[in-house]
């Protein structure tokens, strides 16, 4: 059986487009959907290859993409008086804007359970998992994306006469983890490019973000980003 990740444990449709408009510097209010679109295809495509278990919510999304670039490129009508014309963007936007002041507090909320977590009455012990690490929260420090985003640059300077989709038998996903290990020899942290550019083939990467989503979910490494779109860096929780 094939090694899938459920999309749905992770971000949804608009964490991704706020990440094109971050990285990108895009104005909110004046969204490029040509070329939102295009990334945003580009992105569905790249999580089958990935084998991620895509919700019904991203299909309707890019199904919304499509259908403002269509309106877009319609001649826009003649203003009638002082009424504006509407921008087939709008709703879009207003999602966005809303979404984002939702996760911007949905942040703050946890800065402050974090907070509130380091602090202990006296007297109570404090019972942890074995490496402090718990698995529903491996990617909270990066984004599955911005993995993504390293994932379609490597795989981009790949030959394409290969197809994209691969099924991940549970051996070949075994052997990218001990890999993994081996890349953790002499250090305790390494570079997720450099991880993925240790493959020869499209499949390949595909295995080893799995395996580096395996290994997350297990608590044996975590992913650290020092600034926003900087190197992102895979770092062992566990010591032998």
Do not use: C
């Amino acid at each position: 059986m094939a090694y899938q990740v459920h999309l749905e444990n992770f971000e949804g449709p608009l964490d991704l487009l706020l990440y094109f408009i971050q990285r990108d510097k895009i104005d909110i209010y004046d969204i490029p959907i040509a070329h939102i679109t295009a990334e945003y295809l580009e992105y569905l495509e790249l999580m089958e290859a990935l084998n991620l278990s895509v919700a019904g919510e991203f299909i309707l999304l890019a199904a919304t993409l499509m259908h403002i670039k269509a309106r877009m490129l319609l001649p826009r009508p003649e203003p009638i008086g002082d009424e504006p014309i509407e921008d087939p963007r709008q709703v879009l936007v207003q999602q966005l804007i809303e979404y984002r002041r939702f996760k911007e507090a949905s942040e703050d909320l946890r800065w402050l359970a974090d907070l509130r977590s380091a602090h202990y009455p006296v007297g109570q012990s404090v019972n942890g998992s074995d490496n402090g690490i718990n698995p529903g929260e491996y990617l909270r420090d990066v984004s599955l994306f911005q993995l993504m985003g390293v994932i379609k640059e490597v795989m981009d300077r790949m030959p394409k006469s290969e197809p994209l989709q691969v099924e991940t038998e549970p051996v070949q996903l075994d052997d990218s983890i001990r890999a993994i290990h081996q890349a953790f020899a002499l250090t305790s942290e390494v570079p997720f490019r450099q991880v993925l550019l240790s493959a020869r083939r499209i499949q390949e990467v595909v295995v080893l973000f799995l395996a580096v989503l395996e290994m997350m979910r297990q608590g044996l490494i975590i992913a650290r980003q020092p600034a926003p779109f900087e190197e992102i860096y895979l770092v062992r929780t566990l010591t032998d």
